[in-house]
């Protein structure tokens, strides 16, 4: 891996992966347990008709991703705060329409679209420095609004009866969540693609979650693991010649498998001492 950080992509690829981390290791923990993971596969899918919408007007697609991103969250989060029923039938259709209309209107824009895949598949050894600036700015837009509203976001994701008795705007902090959520897909979107990013968003919170229960403690080992599996899947696409995306899932996939294997040992073991002390 060192001798590989003597070419720029790669060094940009690590960096990109560093990022994206701190992003996933903040807003995984609020999908994770806010029990949100169907709406922000959702507005991952959703994205791809901004990208749609970006070649067909001819303007950075990446740009289109954001607007459209942001709209599909602001409509599935409505849905959800207010549609009783079958509010996952109606962000299941808002998903399958983003990508509907992203797909159909790169069909009718003329040319080739030489970079197409990588917005499905993600491209994080083609991440240019100018987004690894974006991601940066995203990231430090993220962690100042937790740092900002950290207590009311705490008290919406344990409690929200609570929350709303306590006068915490309950609406308006789940959209801005969603909203946060919807920017965390556009910077994935470069490293792993919208077919893979839900699990980058939420497996690294999902195994902190396992291990700690302080919502802090818990973001920050969420976004050190993420940036140990992207390292890691890294390493490993450059030395087997693998694709780096789905590298970095695999990585991720199989730390989760073993997460639940240790969790249930040491489980099992916690049981076996106590009934022998008894």
């Not at 990208?51 to 409509?75: D, E, K, N």
């Not at 824009?109 to 700015?137: E, H, N, Q, R």
């Not at 556009?186 to 979650?209: E, Q």
Request: aromatic content about 8%; glycine content about 12%; overall charge neutral.
């Amino acid at each position: 891996m060192i001798e590989a950080l003597q070419f720029d992509f790669m060094r940009n690829a690590l960096l990109a992966g560093l990022l994206v981390s701190i992003a996933c290791g903040i807003i995984g923990t609020f999908v994770v347990l806010n029990r949100i993971v169907f709406i922000s596969g959702g507005i991952a899918h959703a994205a791809y008709g901004g990208v749609g919408l970006g070649y067909f007007f001819g303007f950075s697609p990446i740009l289109g991703a954001v607007g459209f991103s942001l709209l599909a969250a602001l409509g599935m989060g409505l849905v959800q705060r207010h549609t009783r029923q079958r509010a996952d039938t109606l962000i299941g259709v808002l998903w399958a329409l983003g990508m509907a209309t992203g797909i159909i209107l790169i069909d009718l824009t003329p040319g080739y679209k030489a970079d197409l895949l990588s917005y499905l598949f993600g491209s994080i050894l083609a991440v240019p420095t100018g987004d690894l600036w974006l991601m940066l700015g995203l990231d430090l837009v993220i962690v100042a609004l937790v740092a900002l509203l950290y207590k009311e976001l705490l008290a919406l994701s344990f409690d929200e009866t609570y929350a709303t008795v306590a006068n915490v705007p309950v609406g308006a902090l789940s959209l801005l969540l969603i909203g946060l959520i919807a920017l965390t897909v556009v910077m994935l979107m470069r490293v792993v693609g919208l077919i893979l990013l839900i699990a980058l968003l939420t497996i690294p919170a999902a195994i902190a979650g396992q291990f700690v229960r302080d919502m802090r403690a818990m973001m920050l080992l969420a976004g050190g693991l993420g940036m140990l599996f992207t390292t890691l899947g890294l390493w490993l696409s450059y030395t087997l010649n693998l694709t780096s995306g789905a590298t970095i899932i695999l990585v991720s996939a199989v730390a989760f498998l073993l997460s639940l294997g240790l969790r249930a040992f040491t489980s099992r073991s916690v049981r076996a001492t106590g009934e022998f002390g008894a």
